[in-house]
T-cell receptor, first 115, second 108 residues
Framework: DVKVTQSSRYLVKRTGEKVFLECVQD?????MFWYRQDPGLGLRLIYF???????EKGDIPEGYSVSREKKERFSLILESASTNQTSMYLC??????????????FGPGTRLTVT | AQRVTQPEKLLSVFKGAPVELKCNYS??????LFWYVQYSRQRLQLLLR??SRESIKGFTADLNKGETSFHLKKPFAQEEDSAMYYC??????????FGTGTRLTVIP
């Protein structure tokens, strides 16, 4: 059973703080993703990584960076948190299986509030 | 650019009634389409994918390339089907593009 865990369920930070969101998966998946989930906007991809030390920008990378030093861990970093980054953040992982598309396994989410 | 459109933000049906959640995509190639579901206080999870052509929890989704649609259907809705449903389209780069979601409420 795939397990994707996120370091915090709830987080409250002040504007300007540096914020780290951690994600760990235990299924040796190559691909890892960070999304934010906002009502009426669905899920939007921030960054993804298809290998250690590799990263690709998603649809909304501005204000975020990521780090993947180990295969099982993918970190999302908010260099200077702003109130418009208040959101639910979802981490996901997948193995690349070829045609037909790859199921993504999601973590429980981190609800971040920036005040 | 790849886009997935779910025109209904909210959908309410009575228990036992048929339900259809609409999804349209824009992509000129061979699409790889999914439906994901998020039940209350649970994590987002895969419901079904078009290539498997199977029924999950009574739900089916047929790819219609002519109409570029991948609507999710169930003939008789149950209360436990109440959830948030997302249609998603994967590109070759392992990216999933999600729609904005439809919240389904099944009224007892």
């Amino acid at each position: 059973d795939v397990k994707v865990t996120q370091s915090s369920r709830y987080l409250v930070k002040r504007t300007g703080e540096k914020v780290f969101l951690e994600c760990v998966q235990d299924m040796d998946h190559e691909n890892m993703f960070w999304y934010r989930q906002d009502p009426g906007l669905g899920l939007r991809l921030i960054y993804f990584s298809y290998d250690v030390k590799m990263k690709e920008k998603g649809d909304i990378p501005e204000g975020y960076s990521v780090s993947r030093e180990k295969k099982e861990r993918f970190s999302l970093i908010l260099e200077s948190a702003s109130t418009n980054q208040t959101s639910m953040y979802l981490c996901a992982s997948s193995a690349h299986l070829g045609t037909g598309g790859d199921e993504q396994y999601f973590g429980p989410g981190t609800r971040l509030t920036v005040t | 650019a790849q886009r997935v459109t779910q025109p209904e933000k909210l959908l309410s049906v009575f228990k036992g009634a048929p339900v259809e959640l609409k999804c349209n995509y824009s992509y000129s190639g061979s699409p790889e389409l999914f439906w994901y579901v998020q039940y209350s206080r649970q994590r987002l999870q895969l419901l079904l994918r078009h290539i498997s052509r199977e029924s999950i929890k009574g739900f089916t989704a047929d790819l219609n390339k002519g109409e570029t649609s991948f609507h999710l259907k169930k003939p008789f809705a149950q209360e436990e089907d109440s959830a948030m449903y997302y249609c998603a389209h994967q590109t070759g780069a392992n990216n999933l593009f999600f729609g904005t979601g439809t919240r389904l409420t099944v009224i007892p």
